[in-house]
């Protein structure tokens, strides 16, 4: 029996390693794929100085799984994967996710990976848990409510704006029951905590609303990266689709969900065709109400991004008329003293 080669592997932070990162970068290149700018670290194996394989990890989520052709089958991919496997247990990441394509769904669950939700031959997500999203989807069952129209609103709310809240109460106003997600992601302008707060207090008034928050499985770079890496220039359809298959097959039937509320998106691309993928993917199953998005007295449609951008510029006057007043006082104290100042 041939011996297996002695593959030697290291792990490489992209940050600082700039010549590392370009070699890595022009291998995966030879294999037609074009690395995420999230990925933090790469597991490398070479044979002697020649790069064998690689993969990448942004957070929790491993991408970038490539052996190089002379080297397949010989349990590089098996390695590589226990390379950044043991580096995220040493960080304290238990549950990994894996974006891949559809053909290597065999090799990856010899690895130790199982498919969440595939979108035609084109991507599929992976977990290393094989009962990650059962568990997730009893825990939302506990908050199941009776009714025959039971709502969903998936927001960032970054902040949470008048939209937002006009949003929630005429979905909570046309339901039995409104489940409210929040996406649970950090990396936006506001923390996570500060989103959640400023959600829960914006809807507390309304009796008939369950705040949820987030979740890897529901809006997160894992189901739906286009959403995150705003750079990208095309939206991966693919993985709106995932996103949107595991809310319809998985967390929906969990809440007897029958409706998903959105709001019409005039300036976000992303989200504007993520809307558009939901009006088909969920057709027959949930009905999706698209609301018009609301305007300030001036005119302009209401958004999060122009909060900050006002907020940045320090033009407070002009929040007031955008922002719900528990917002406006989440403001307020963060910002008391250019509020006063002004």
């Known amino acids: 029996m041939d011996r297996l080669p002695a593959f030697q592997l290291r792990l490489t932070r992209v940050a600082g390693h700039a010549q590392r990162v370009e070699r890595i970068n022009t291998f995966l290149q030879q294999y037609n794929i074009q ?4 990925i933090e670290f790469f597991a490398e194996a070479f044979i002697g100085h020649r790069l064998a394989g690689c993969a990448g990890l942004a ?71 094989p009962v990650g999203l059962q568990h997730y989807c009893r825990q939302l069952a506990q908050w199941r ?15 949470f704006t008048l939209g937002h809240q006009f949003l929630a109460e005429q979905a909570a106003r046309q339901c039995d029951w409104l489940h409210l997600f929040l996406v649970g992601e950090e990396g936006s302008f506001f923390s996570y905590a500060d989103r959640l707060t400023l959600v829960t207090r914006g809807v507390a008034h309304l009796p008939n609303v369950t705040v949820h928050g987030g979740s890897p499985y529901i809006i997160s770079r894992a189901t739906f990266p286009a959403y995150f890496l705003k750079e990208t220039p095309v939206v991966d359809q693919a993985w709106c689709a995932i996103d949107l298959l595991l809310f319809r097959d998985h967390i929906a039937p ?10 019409s998106e005039p300036f976000c691309p992303t989200t504007r065709r993520y809307n558009e993928t939901m009006h088909t993917l969920l057709a027959g199953k949930i009905t999706v109400k698209e609301i018009p998005r609301i305007s300030s007295p001036d005119g302009t449609a ?13 033009h407070y006057d002009q929040l007031r008329n955008k922002v719900p007043r528990t917002t406006y006082s989440y403001l307020e104290a963060q910002h008391s003293a250019q509020l006063v100042s002004h």
Request: charged share 20%; with cysteine; net charge positive.
């Open 35 to 38: 690395p995420d700018a999230d």
């Open 59 to 129: 957070g929790n989520i491993i991408k970038c799984v490539v052996t190089d052709l002379p080297w397949r089958g010989m349990n590089l991919t098996a390695r590589l994967l226990s390379e950044l496997e043991g580096f995220a247990l040493r960080n304290r990441i238990s549950t990994l996710f894996l974006c891949t394509r559809p053909e290597n769904i065999g090799q990856f669950r010899q690895c130790g990976f199982w498919p969440l939700a595939q979108e035609g031959d084109r991507a599929v997500l992976m977990e290393n848990n």
């Open 145 to 159: 409510q009776p009714g025959g129209k039971i709502a969903a609103i998936v927001m960032n709310a970054n902040p």
């Open 254 to 263: 969990a809440l007897g969900i029958t409706h998903r509320y959105i709001g």
């Open 302 to 314: 209401v958004s999060a991004s122009e909060v900050r951008r006002l907020l940045a510029g320090r």
